[in-house]
């Protein structure tokens, strides 16, 4: 991939929590919440990070925002070293990428209105005059699927639908070219979900947006991404179009992630078998393949190599030493 084609570039990132125990809060350890990952995001695709809970995808995706510092690594947005940043550059640089928290909730200040949550980035980014502010917050609302009435609502005054729409227009308010979308739609009700997806989809069309769509929920990803990176334990295990993660999954963990995903027919059943046992701790990983203590097909290599991510063919990454071309 061309550098002048990837909106967002994450080399080697790093995210280490520290342990501490005792009554001196010594730290004992670290817990490796995100360790050592590259990718890269096309401008306007949308990029899935999917896995179980504690893989480390919601970490990457504040650390890509530096929302959280990162241990090390390096992460480059539209050419932009964004760790070399210094607070006043960074905040001009946050009007160009946004995030959309998982509940909707919680993420909104109940003793704000409507309008005022919208209208603060305008005025934190002087984004529009003092005249001009009205109109600009209703256009957002409209943009999303709200009118005008909304304005002077308050949050508990909305269903979780319209609250994650709320998120939407706030986050859309500084006109960001990046947004990642953190489980957007995973504590919202089934019937709403679908609106919400097919909102962020066609917001993306009007609007050129790129998305680092951040998951568990397979069957979403397979609707709306373009490129996925499957995590595990902190780890990208398996990167690969949205065509060859559904088509021709290589790692056993991505096999087991599609296998759990439900049927509507209840004749039919997916390849693949279920992921035995719970994920292990980061705070100490297994040696080798940290997915060798849950994976059928395991071998004595896997507990003594770490399989690196390697090329299959055509883009293809996967990280098992038994994964065949």
Same mark, same amino acid.
């Given at each position: 991939m061309e550098k002048d084609k990837s909106?967002?570039?994450?080399?080697?990132?790093?995210?280490?929590?520290p342990v501490r125990k005792g009554v001196f809060s010594r730290i004992s350890g670290y817990l490796r919440a995100v360790d050592g990952?590259?990718? !890269?995001?096309?401008?306007?695709?949308?990029?899935?990070?999917?896995?179980?809970?504690?893989?480390?995808?919601?970490?990457?995706?504040?650390?890509?925002?530096?929302?959280?510092?990162p241990s090390e690594g390096k992460i480059f947005f539209d050419g932009i070293d964004v760790l070399a940043l210094n607070q006043r550059e960074l905040r001009r640089l946050r009007k160009r990428m946004?995030?959309?928290?998982?509940?909707?909730?919680?993420?909104?200040?109940?003793?704000?209105?409507?309008?005022?949550?919208?209208g603060e980035p305008l005025v934190i980014h002087k984004l529009a005059a003092k005249h001009e502010r009205h109109d600009r917050i209703v256009q957002l609302l409209e943009m999303v699927g709200l009118d005008a009435g909304c304005l002077n609502k308050y949050p508990h005054e909305f269903?979780?639908?319209? !609250?994650? !729409?709320?998120?939407?227009? !706030?986050?859309?308010?500084?006109?960001?070219?990046?947004?990642?979308?953190d489980e957007p739609v995973s504590s919202l009700d089934v019937s709403v979900q679908a609106q919400v997806v097919n909102l962020l989809m066609?917001?993306?069309?009007?609007?050129?947006?790129?998305?680092?769509?951040?998951?568990h929920d397979l069957r979403l990803v397979e609707k709306i991404s373009d490129t996925v990176a499957v995590?595990?334990?902190?780890?990208i295990m398996e990167y690969a179009s949205k065509e060859k993660i559904?088509?021709?999954?290589?790692?056993?963990?991505?096999?087991?992630?599609?296998?759990?995903?439900?049927?509507?027919?209840?004749?039919?059943?997916?390849?693949?078998?279920?992921?035995?046992g719970d994920a292990p701790t980061p705070i100490d990983p297994p040696s080798g393949c940290r997915f060798r203590t849950r994976c059928p097909i395991a071998i004595a290599l896997c507990e003594e190599k770490?399989?690196?991510?390697?090329?299959?063919?055509?883009?293809?990454? %996967?990280? %098992?030493?038994?994964?065949?071309?």
């Open positions: 909106i967002l570039i994450v080399e080697g990132l790093k995210k280490y929590f990952i590259d990718f !890269r995001i096309e401008r306007g695709e949308t990029f899935a990070l999917v896995g179980e809970s504690g893989s480390g995808k919601t970490t990457t995706g504040r650390l890509v925002l530096r929302l959280m510092e946004q995030i959309i928290f998982q509940d909707p909730y919680s993420s909104l200040n109940p003793r704000m209105s409507v309008g005022s949550t919208i269903s979780g639908g319209q !609250r994650q !729409r709320i998120g939407i227009a !706030r986050a859309l308010a500084v006109e960001p070219e990046l947004i990642v979308a066609d917001l993306q069309e009007r609007l050129g947006l790129t998305y680092l769509l951040i998951a995590m595990y334990l902190g780890k559904y088509s021709t999954p290589k790692h056993p963990y991505t096999i087991a992630l599609l296998a759990a995903v439900p049927i509507p027919d209840p004749e039919l059943r997916r390849a693949g078998g279920i992921i035995e770490e399989p690196p991510l390697r090329d299959l063919g055509d883009g293809h990454l %996967c990280a %098992c030493h038994l994964a065949q071309k």
